[in-house]
T-cell receptor, first 111, second 112 residues
Framework: SQKIEQNSEALNIQEGKTATLTCNYTNYSPAYLQWYRQDPGRGPVFLLLIRENEKEKRKERLKVTFDTTLKQSLFHITASQPADSATYLCALVGGYQKVTFGIGTKLQVIP | DTAVSQTPKYLVTQMGNDKSIKCEQNLGHDTMYWYKQDSKKFLKIMFSYNNKELIINETVPNRFSPKSPDKAHLNLHINSLELGDSAVYFC???????????FGPGTRLTVL
């Protein structure tokens, strides 16, 4: 069966360091992959999308990589700030535009 | 000028009742979705409508019935509520292909 795993439920990192979050999937051939941010009590907010034929995408301090051979995406936040603390969700988009979300990784940036 | 709005934000009800959650988007999108986020924070798609037509219907009990009166609205009606229905329900919208989904603030449903 299809499975999406995000590396850990929680990740603590010191302010100023680079946070790296992992999204692995099995039994899936997504057309593209998305990353969302979710703050407590709020809906997810779209951050970045990367297509299956793209290796890397950047937006300000954010970088996403997509390796369809390893079936893995890495999400990096450089120069992390306490305001980056949130839960980050990866989402795979496959056939019929169906979006499947991972469980998320809760990132805590410590001042 | 909220992009995707849901009402109510909180809903507390007894088992066996019937309730509805409303969703509206003012983004001009063609596609709307309902998601359920359970206590473990897992976000799972329930339904997707494109131009008022159902295109995704996951394995959801038929007590859940979505209704799309027009492209800007997608309501969720739930019959005979059960304890396991307690969760946060999110509405979302996107253009025809879900390049970016815009989520509403969520409706926290508690069934007692």
């Amino acid at each position: 069966s299809q499975k999406i795993e995000q590396n850990s439920e929680a990740l603590n990192i010191q302010e100023g360091k680079t946070a790296t979050l992992t999204c692995n999937y099995t039994n899936y051939s997504p057309a593209y992959l998305q990353w969302y941010r979710q703050d407590p009590g709020r809906g997810p907010v779209f951050l970045l999308l990367i297509r299956e034929n793209e290796k890397e995408k950047r937006k300000e301090r954010l970088k996403v990589t997509f390796d369809t051979t390893l079936k893995q995406s890495l999400f990096h936040i450089t120069a992390s700030q306490p305001a980056d603390s949130a839960t980050y969700l990866c989402a795979l988009v496959g056939g019929y535009q169906k979006v499947t979300f991972g469980i998320g990784t809760k990132l805590q940036v410590i001042p | 000028d909220t992009a995707v709005s849901q009402t109510p934000k909180y809903l507390v009800t007894q088992m066996g009742n019937d309730k509805s959650i409303k969703c509206e988007q003012n983004l001009g999108h063609d596609t709307m979705y309902w998601y359920k986020q359970d206590s473990k924070k897992f976000l799972k798609i329930m339904f997707s409508y494109n131009n008022k037509e159902l295109i995704i219907n996951e394995t959801v009990p038929n007590r859940f019935s979505p209704k799309s009166p027009d492209k800007a609205h997608l309501n969720l009606h739930i019959n005979s509520l059960e304890l396991g229905d307690s969760a946060v329900y999110f509405c979302a919208s996107s253009q025809s292909t879900p390049d970016t989904q815009y989520f509403g603030p969520g409706t926290r449903l508690t069934v007692l």
